[in-house]
Nanobody, 124 residues
Framework: QVQLVESGGGLVQAGGSLRLSCAASGGTFSSYTMGWFHQAPGKEREFVAWISWDGGLTRYADSAKSRFTISRDNAKNTVYLRMNSLKPEDTAVYYC?????????????????WGQGTQVTVSS
């Protein structure tokens, strides 16, 4: 069983930056595709970014392109999401997720394990 724990969320002004971290334990982290999703109140969970098992491939939602960067450190069993130029519409709970299939996907239902989420609030 894989456990994922997110951290790094908080309150930031528009234009600011945050770096989210997701620490994994209990599985073979280096073999998983890792993704970040977010969910705003009253909305469905949405794809933000994924990174392949070896870090060689990444993909971003259109809203995250040029502002967010996903990365991973397999030696530390940790995936990161660097978020720059934050906007009020980025306000949401951010979740990391692990997919054992090694086939990177943008659909939340494809991921096998989820963290508990970390709140990001961007004030205008």
């Amino acid at each position: 069983q894989v456990q994922l724990v997110e951290s790094g969320g908080g309150l930031v002004q528009a234009g600011g930056s945050l770096r989210l971290s997701c620490a994994a334990s209990g599985g073979t982290f280096s073999s998983y595709t890792m993704g970040w999703f977010h969910q705003a109140p009253g909305k469905e969970r949405e794809f933000v970014a994924w990174i392949s098992w070896d870090g060689g491939l990444t993909r971003y939602a259109d809203s995250a392109k040029s502002r967010f960067t996903i990365s991973r450190d397999n030696a530390k069993n940790t995936v990161y999401l660097r978020m720059n130029s934050l906007k009020p519409e980025d306000t949401a709970v951010y979740y990391c997720a692990a997919d054992q299939s090694r086939i990177p996907r943008v659909v939340a239902g494809s991921y096998d394990y989820w963290g508990q989420g970390t709140q990001v609030t961007v004030s205008s």
